[in-house]
């Protein structure tokens, strides 16, 4: 298809410079509605599946509160562990394309047996009244099996659909690489209208409704972002894989290790790299040497042996582009691991959050407002707080610091740690509340609702929504810009697993907190009925890890560095952030 239009560069990459008709036709905006449609609609599937799967658990699998919460958080952070196995891939082998596409069908397998699993009698549970529910072992297995053959799906999209998006403007083109800044906003933004359709309309479709039609709906969502994904393709810019980045920083460490007692030259320039204007790897543009990590720069120091040698053995001389990439992935690790402890406060959305909704008031009038719902003020904040971020935040940040996007990508991704804090704070002050009136009037073993309005958790959705804009969106950016130009798919999965591993750290927390206020007999932090339990130390819990990770991050941030490519043309080293430091 994209082959037999284009024409391509020696490093992989289509060449619109010498085609400059084609290169108007494909690209840029003209692409990005169908993609930005495909997110939104699968968005739209994976939320209105996940926002509710907690209330699920509890009322049709029958599970305990806490068990219910570490299944939750086990699967969504398997749902963002999946990403490396697509990324390597679309970066390796299929592209990013061909990636999305194939697990995009696998995903739809996933959510059309989950709509099953819900309706079909013999497979559905067995209820003896409304959200009280008993599901027998198979049962279960094949709700799971569904349950991760989504979260499979999901792992060749999640890390591919950004970055793709992002390909479509060119780097080179200072005009392009402005929009590609605003993209990654309205990316979030597309992500958000489809969260807002999932936590109100099919959240309320769940439990009015039913099962059945509530996960339809989502299938159907995923259904049609396929379409429109598939609809793009004569518009998009295609984009080589330049084959399997594991080996080549593999292969980095191999040579810096076969000569760990070489010396350095004094000069950079004699450190080997090809002479060609192109990078030796498909897709990449040559990357300028960097001081920091410097053992690795070995592995690029030609000895007699190499010049002896008739053709370069990759496993025993890299080139200095090659040593890079694998400096560039080292360098983002601090970074990236600064961003668990946030995903740990974004994942009690879903989780704790519903938790304590669960023991609220949820009627509006006469209307019975499901608990999950509530995230719906989540989605709300993030799609008021994009446009105002973009139009307004920045044009007026910018007057004051003097950087092209108002604040760097890691001055935007710490304000919005700083912010987290405020929400899990709100959060416990909520439920000291709450448990304030269950000890007035002796509410503890009520099966009436609360006499305290669930609209009291809006402060708290509010609060993470916007610390999204500023992290989430950062991160997303960040991860893009920093990585090299022939692993950002695996650079996008790489920050997709703090969500992950935030969603895990979640669950240790729950097992952790679990076994040590429960010993004695006592009802523990996390109950089963949490009128007995003291929620709020989690949350507060939470707060002091947010603001120790904080501090941490700002040591990291401080002495990272921004890559720097270099632009083929000219051969001058291209900085792809004005910043070389954050600047605080």
Not at 257 to 277: C, G, Q
């Amino acid at each position: 298809m994209a082959e037999e239009e284009d024409i391509y560069t020696k490093d992989g990459t289509v060449d619109y410079r010498n085609k400059p008709a084609n290169k108007k036709k494909t690209g840029t905006w003209k692409a990005c509605p169908y993609i930005l449609g495909n997110e939104c609609c699968e968005r739209l599937a994976y939320y209105g599946m996940s926002t509710n799967l907690v209330v699920y658990f509890k009322t049709q699998l029958d599970q305990h509160s806490a068990t219910a919460a570490k299944n939750q958080a086990n699967w969504s952070g398997t749902c963002y562990v999946m990403p490396l196995i697509g990324a390597f891939l679309a970066d390796s082998y299929l592209g990013r394309y061909w990636t999305i596409a194939i697990f995009s069908i696998i995903y739809v397998c996933g959510m059309a047996l989950l709509t099953i699993s819900a309706s079909v009698p013999g497979l559905r549970p067995t209820c003896y009244e409304k959200d009280k529910c008993h599901a027998t072992d198979g049962q279960t297995a094949v709700f799971f099996v569904a349950l991760y053959l989504v979260a499979l799906g999901t792992g060749g999209i999640k890390p591919c659909v950004s970055s793709y998006g992002a390909d479509q403007f060119d780097d080179a083109d200072p005009i392009e690489r402005n929009y590609k800044n605003s993209f990654f906003n309205w990316f979030y933004f597309s992500i958000n209208i489809g969260a807002l359709v999932a936590s109100s309309l099919i959240v309320w479709i769940q439990q009015d409704i039913g099962w059945g039609w509530g996960f339809g709906v989502p299938a159907v969502a995923m259904a049609f972002a396929v379409i429109s994904f598939f609809g793009g393709s004569h518009l998009y810019r295609y984009q080589k894989p330049g084959g399997s980045p594991l080996t080549r920083i593999c292969q980095v460490v191999v040579a810096s290790f076969r000569k760990y007692d070489i010396s350095l030259p004094a000069e950079k320039s004699l450190l080997y790299e090809t002479t060609a204007a192109e990078s030796a790897i498909k897709g990449s543009r040559k990357l300028a040497h960097t001081n920091e990590l410097r053992f690795f720069d070995k592995a690029a120091v030609r000895t007699e042996s190499d010049e002896n040698r008739g053709s370069t053995n990759n496993w025993k001389l890299c080139t200095v582009t090659q040593v890079e990439e694998l400096k560039s992935v080292i360098k983002l690790l601090p970074i990236w691991a600064t961003g668990i402890i946030f995903s740990t406060v974004y994942n009690q959305m879903s989780n704790m959050f519903v938790l304590q909704a669960m023991y609220m008031d949820t009627h509006l009038g006469k209307f019975k407002i499901p608990e999950a719902s509530l995230s719906v003020f989540d989605t709300i904040a993030v799609i008021l707080w994009v446009p105002v971020y973009d139009r307004m935040l920045i044009p007026f940040v910018r007057k004051f610091t003097g950087h092209k996007n108002g604040l760097s990508q890691l001055q935007r991704m710490g304000t919005g740690l700083v912010i987290s804090v405020f929400a899990m704070v709100s959060a416990a002050v909520v439920e000291v509340v709450r448990l304030g009136i269950v000890k007035r009037h002796n509410y503890y073993d009520t099966t009436n609702d609360i006499p305290m309005s669930v609209f009291w958790q809006i402060p708290q959705y509010m609060i993470i929504g916007c610390a999204e804009v500023f992290t989430f969106i950062g991160q997303l950016e960040f991860f893009y810009d920093q990585a090299p130009d022939s692993m950002r798919s695996l650079c996008a999965a790489l920050s997709l697993t703090t969500t992950a591993l935030g969603s895990y750290v979640s669950s240790l927390l729950v097992t952790i907190v679990t076994d040590l206020s429960t010993k004695n007999g006592k009802a523990g932090w996390i109950a089963d009925n949490p009128n007995y339990g003291k929620l709020h130390y989690f949350f507060l819990l939470l707060s002091v890890l947010s603001v120790l990770n904080f501090f941490i991050f700002l040591v990291v941030a401080k002495r990272y560095k921004y890559k720097k490519a270099i632009n083929k043309d000219d051969l001058v080293p291209m900085v792809v952030d004005d910043d070389d430091k954050l600047a605080l």
